[in-house]
């Protein structure tokens, strides 16, 4: 199997990011998730640089990549989740998000990240979609101009309830921005199964020469509930067999295992999840 498997560290908050990455390590895995959290390198904390440089380091010697990934849920705001998003009626909230996600490209270029991951926020009441749309846009331009400078792709992620909910929604913003080449896509796989019309293992065919950063966890279609490898409806041979052949179309991230509910049992389920991804990959069976 080529596919390079992660595990997302929103996963697994209950443990010292040090003994996190130690335990992917440990359990083979080829990289991490991190989501920059005040557990998991506060990104608005003193010593930003000093951290930063600290876990790059920990990261090389264990021989880890890392995507940086933003969706911490009270990083912001200590009231409101994911709040305040880029679609924010307060131009000042706006720019906080903007400010957070600027800085998140500088910890990932330190790092050495494959991606910065965002997603879009959901609609504020009394938002028309043109208006919502435009918004998005124009908070991710001084981003996207970043993560240009780095060479790092911002991936943003259709996320259902959100503005930017599915691929479709992707490629309307790709067009609305001007298709610039920072910005890429996080496709994460339970959410295909949960609202794309296509089967999952098509939306990794169709996503691929857009993406830049891949998430995989169960899903029932219709429900977005993150759920451990099994207990969901995704047949999951044919999605490991497209996203291995990612590599003829040039993708080098991470798949990771996004299970951000699931933290209370995160070290057996990191076992559990990269020895089921193994057995039911292409090199598995």
């Known amino acids: 199997m080529t596919i390079r498997l992660g595990y997302g560290t929103n996963g697994l908050t209950d443990l010292r990011l040090d003994d996190a990455l130690g335990l992917l390590a440990d359990l083979g895995y080829d990289g991490v998730g991190l989501t920059l959290d005040h557990m998991h390198l506060d990104p608005l904390a003193p010593d930003l640089y000093a951290r930063t440089r600290r876990v790059a380091s920990r990261l090389q010697e264990l021989g880890l990549g890392v995507t940086v990934e933003t969706g911490a849920r009270y990083i912001l705001d200590p009231r409101r989740k994911h709040g305040p998003s880029l679609l924010d009626p307060d131009p000042e909230a706006r720019a906080a998000r903007t400010r957070l996600l600027v800085r998140a490209v500088g910890i990932a270029a330190d790092l050495g990240a494959h991606a910065v991951h965002c997603f879009s926020g959901i609609t504020p009441p009394d938002t028309t979609a043109d208006t919502a ?88 279609r219709g429900v977005h509930e993150h759920l ?50 193994r057995k039911h990959g292409p090199s598995g069976r």
């Open 133 to 220: 749309w435009q918004r998005l846009a124009d908070s991710l331009a001084p981003v996207l101009d970043a993560a240009d400078r780095s060479g790092i792709p911002l991936a943003i992620e259709p996320e259902p309830g959100h503005l930017l909910a599915d691929l479709a929604d992707f490629h309307h913003l790709r067009v609305l921005s001007g298709d610039p080449p920072p910005l890429g896509l996080t496709l994460d796989i339970g959410h295909c199964q949960c609202l794309e019309p296509a089967p999952p293992a098509d939306c990794v065919r169709d996503a691929a020469p857009w993406l830049a950063h891949v998430q995989i966890e169960d899903m029932r």
């Open 228 to 277: 451990p490898f099994g207990d969901g409806e995704i047949d999951f041979p044919p999605v490991l067999e497209a996203l291995d052949a990612l590599s003829d179309a040039g993708y080098r991230g991470l798949t990771v295992v996004e299970l951000p509910r699931h933290s209370h049992a995160g070290p057996e389920l990191a076992r559990t999840s990269i020895e089921f991804l």
